[in-house]
Each structure stands twice: as structure tokens, then as C-alpha cells.
């Protein structure tokens, strides 16, 4: 029997998230469960990201606001690219941040 996508999604999610944190691997915030995860490795990800040919291009980068992204939210404005990023407590708000707005 065929399951739908809704049912399949969450099913991959809590095996990920159970074995993040079977393994050691998920790092703060915890539990990881019910949200996008911080994990081991989290910053040389975000590193290997900066070396890539579409970063190097990139103008603009939009991230999310999770813990797991601050290496890239900090990169993108370090190398001089603007920000974009959701409001962490509202779905229809847009942060947009330059180099030179966080400046002081």
C-alpha cells in the first residue's frame, strides 16, 4: 500500500531526527525533533558551501533563521553578500540585511 507524501515526510523526519540523536550527532538547540536540526559538522558544511562555484557567484543568499545556518548567515554577510532570511516568528516577513547595515 502506497503511503501519501504528507504521512511519508514525517515518517523520513522522526527517523532522521532519532538517529541524529542516536548517534551523537545533533548539537543545541535540543531535542532536534520538530525542527530543522544543528548538527556536527554543521560549520565545515557551511564552509564547503563558501567554496562553491554558486556561492562565489552569488549576489544575494537567502537562509533560514535556524541554528543550523548561522555559519552561513555569518559567511554571506562576511563576504560581502546581502541577506535575506524569514522572520523567525512570522511566515510573511522577510529580513534583508547588507554588510554595511550591521555596521556601526
Do not use: H
Not at 557567484?57 to 533560514?64: D, Q
Not at 541577506?83 to 556601526?104: E, G, H, I, Q, Y
Request: hydrophobic share 45%; with cysteine.
Amino acid at each position: 500500500m502506497l503511503m501519501d507524501v504528507k504521512t511519508a515526510k514525517r515518517l523520513l523526519r522522526e527517523e532522521i531526527w532519532k538517529e541524529l540523536e542516536a548517534k551523537g550527532i545533533a548539537r543545541f538547540p535540543l531535542p532536534c525533533y520538530g525542527r530543522i536540526p544543528n548538527f556536527a559538522g554543521s560549520d565545515e558544511a557551511a564552509d564547503r558551501l563558501r567554496a562553491s562555484a554558486e556561492w562565489i557567484r552569488a549576489k544575494v543568499v537567502f537562509v533560514i533563521p535556524d541554528f543550523a545556518q548561522r555559519k552561513v548567515r555569518e559567511n554571506t554577510l562576511s563576504d560581502g553578500k546581502i541577506l535575506v532570511m524569514a522572520s523567525p516568528d512570522s511566515n510573511r516577513v522577510m529580513l534583508w540585511f547588507t554588510p554595511t547595515t550591521l555596521k556601526a
